[in-house]
């Protein structure tokens, strides 16, 4: 850990606690490079040590790291799996993007942390589309939302949606055909969600 900068008791104590984490998830990380499935085992590990809750505000039960120390435990963590750091790196930081820029609803993104906490549940935002890249750069969205009552019909595919197959709810950025502007979604996987297993160690289509 020669290389890593350490300036407080505090942070002494993340890096352990993930290194910890890391020794475990190592055990079996070769197992899933080789044969492409999703490690749920390591996920379960991670839950059960309150990973999950690192980003999330205190007020809703979370630890509130700094990004500094988020990047400490990743570090630490990719040392036992890189894909797995990888992808859980996305739930930590779509909540610590969230905390610190204030653009979701309140209750919203409250209801999304206690889910985080108590329920072990993660979340990412899936922009990618084949051949447009990350829909957040500024490229116009295939993904189509149509408005009708009560709400509205997405239809569209996304690409390299990291943790995809435990995610229960995910957002997404579509195009508003009616009033041709984009717009950010919250999903909730259901039956109409599928999700495509193409890729390898918790990266997959969703559709």
């Known amino acids: ?51 999950f809750k690192l980003t999330v505000p205190k007020k809703y039960g979370g630890e509130e790291i700094s990004l500094y120390e988020m990047l400490l435990v990743q570090e630490q963590l990719a040392k036992g799996d890189a894909s797995t750091a990888l992808s859980v790196g996305w739930h930590l930081l779509t909540f610590l993007n969230v905390r610190e820029a204030g653009t979701w609803p309140e209750p919203i993104f409250a209801e999304l942390c206690h889910k985080a906490v108590k329920e072990g549940s993660l979340l990412n935002i899936i922009n990618s589309e084949r051949g447009k890249g990350n829909i957040s750069r500024g490229s116009l969205p295939g993904t189509i939302a149509k408005k009708v009552p009560g709400g509205y019909i997405i239809t569209g595919e996304k690409a390299f949606a990291s943790l995809a197959p435990i995610l229960k709810q995910f957002t997404i950025i579509a195009f508003i055909e009616e009033e041709n502007i984009t717009a950010e979604f919250l999903i909730t996987k259901n039956d109409q969600v599928e999700v495509i297993h193409t ?5 997959a289509c969703n559709r």
């Open 199 to 203: 890729w390898d160690d918790g990266n």
């Open 1 to 51: 850990m020669g290389d890593v900068i350490i300036r407080n008791e505090r942070e002494q104590q993340l890096v352990q606690y993930a290194l910890e984490l890391a020794q475990q998830i190592d055990k079996t990380a070769g197992k899933y490079d080789e044969s492409g499935e999703f490690p749920f085992e390591h996920y379960k590990i991670l839950e059960d040590a309150g990973y």
